[in-house]
């Protein structure tokens, strides 16, 4: 009967689970993949799964992607309903983004500055040709050439401009730890430290839209790439018994600041103010969409007019979140007949009503 | 289940919950913000449901699930069975014979009773977000009682159609304080919310809020004077168990408008039938 056919039960749920795990292994002729290659070969989705996952575990990433048939979104869920189980130990101390084994900086604000540009293994100048060659498999590449590594400092661009005073000093908010987004709820008027962390675990391509529009007159924040660094950062935590800090490993960032206009105000001379972007991995986009989100959000602040999308922290923050977002958009699948029959059910009364009242007109 | 703490979530976590849960108590139809996790299960779901749950539940609670007022659509047999795992408790059809009822979009036609507890899934705690869309902006609603803006939704629901043309989730005064959301049950459910005997709690994950209405609790549906509350049914006796007081869900039979009436609540009906497993 139909009525037994629309009520699910058991044996559909396992059954499509069945068929899930055999669509997912693809031809069994086929190499399984294994997630030294995901990881290895991979890398840029395993960055951006840790990133909106809110995990820094390639390994576990690498797995998440082949679980979710390399469903990013899927997968950075797998991720943090694995990272949500995990005790918090300690936190880190802030992580000295000067101090980084650098393998990507660039500046788009001055020709040459103390520690040099370095491309790093960007794709920005290659031409989007489809390179067939790759599609057989043996590619060796040739290595890549080597030089010295550079005892160079590369001291951060904003703390070049910052001798000046062309730029606004870091706010440090008032004192105490920051707060944790994964352990406190989102809450409104949010503080920079909750911001950052939402927008870093933001989805990439809801910021990527928002900074985009921003620089489409929906928001403009003026800004220039001040700088993107890319590389290896230590972690360090101080153990309440020892006082001191320990190194327990590093993980690869990308960082991004942007140097956006202001005009100053009565009280403040006209100096550039900065939005900021930082992404687990090499997730330079991420970066540099957060970037100019930051410093869009910010335009209450500063006493700028406010009223595009990007402008609005609590739209912002409350719409970024790829894993809450694609929850409450597929759950739209789940039976609604019980509402949707209420709503028949009012459709058919008003519609019996407006009919009356019409044959009532028609009457007199 | 190996590896994960009694019903999933670790004992810092429900601890965490059952304050919110306290404190949701203590302020009946407020809405309480708390740190809700990410959950095996997506959001959408039932995540805060879900949470609540595991935050109240015993290894002696009988648990029922229901989803659309039913025990075998599959959500409901989805949630049943993550608790059957990670708790290893007891679950149950009947609504008799539960302790502890989640539910997603329906109140059981079964009168429950002060040792139960039943447990909302809630997508949009909010009543007033269609009017406000910002959540600080409503939390201020909230705090000044300031509810004018719905009573003129109401208004002009009267103003246009003649009647009040909300069919489900339709806002409830709690204690005479608090604007709440049944959360998307049909109008029908609202009257059962009114000094029901058992604990109802509200669990939302996504917008990660927890909220109460305690036992014998006054919950009044809005209307006005002279439009009073009318609760929305099918007028139809249900084609199997001839219930003719129960809450319907409509099946279509054919593509020639064929249509069949049958009891949403699936544990009611196979009583009423006496085929009760």
Known sequence: MAYVAVKGGERAIDNAHAWLAEARRGEPATVELGLDQIAGQL????????????????????????????????????????RTTLPRFAATEPIDTASMRIRRRI?????????????????????????????????????????????????????????????????????????????????????????????????????LALGYATQRGYG????????????????????????????????????????????????????????????????????????????????????????????????VLSHCDNVEATGFVEHLKLPHYVDFQSELENLRRLRAETASTLQAEAAE | MNGYNFAYLDEQTKRMIRRAILKAVAIPGHQVPFGAREMPLPYGWGTGGIQVTAAVIGPDDVLKVIDQGADDTTNAVSIRRFFARTAGVATTTSTKAATLIQTRHRIPETALREDQIIVYQVPIPEPLYRLEPSRAEARKMHALSEYGLMQVKLYEDVARYGQIAISYDYPVMVNDRYLTSPSPIPAFDN???????????????????????????????????????????????????????????????????????????????????????
Do not use: W
């Open chain 2, 191 to 277: 009257p059962k919310m009114h000094r029901m005997p058992a604990l109802q709690l509200f669990g939302a994950g996504r917008e990660k809020r927890i909220y109460a209405v305690p036992p014998y609790t006054e919950v009044r549906s809005l209307d006005f004077d002279d439009h009073p509350f009318r609760p929305i049914r099918a007028p139809h006796a249900c084609g199997l168990c001839g219930a003719t007081d129960s809450y319907l869900d409509e099946v279509v039979t054919n593509d020639r408008g064929g249509r069949l009436f049958v009891c949403s609540d699936t544990d009611h009906c196979a009583g009423r039938q006496g085929t009760a497993t």
């Open chain 1, 107 to 207: 500046s788009a604000i001055y020709k040459d500055l103390p520690g040099g540009q370095v491309l790093g293994p960007t794709t920005d100048y290659t031409h989007r040709l489809l390179d067939f060659g790759l599609a057989a498999p043996g590619e060796k590449p040739p290595p890549a050439p080597q030089a010295e590594a550079t005892t160079e400092t590369m001291p951060r661009m904003a703390d070049i401009l910052g001798h000046e005073g062309l730029i606004e000093r870091e706010q440090s908010e008032a004192g105490g730890p920051p707060s944790d987004l994964t352990r406190e709820p989102l809450s409104f008027p949010a503080a920079r430290d909750i911001r950052l962390q939402t927008l870093a675990r933001g989805d990439e391509g809801f910021l």
């Open chain 1, 43 to 82: 890398g840029r989705a395993v960055d951006r799964v840790m990133a909106e996952g809110s995990l820094y575990d390639p390994e576990l990433a690498a797995l998440a992607i082949k679980q979710a048939q390399g469903d990013l979104i899927e997968a950075a869920f797998l991720l943090r309903a694995f």
């Open chain 1, 220 to 315: 403009n924040t003026h800004p220039f790439a001040g700088e993107i660094r890319m590389g290896e950062v230590t972690l360090e935590i101080v153990p309440p018994e020892l006082g001191f800090a320990i190194e327990i490993g590093e993980i690869t960032v990308t960082e991004c600041q942007m140097v956006n206009q202001f005009a100053g105000s009565k009280t403040v001379p006209a100096q550039f103010t900065r939005g900021y972007g930082l992404a687990f991995g090499f997730s330079e986009r991420k970066a540099m969409a957060m970037a100019l989100v930051d410093r869009a959000m910010r335009a209450e602040e500063l006493g700028e007019e406010a009223g595009a999308p990007a402008q609005d922290v609590e739209f």
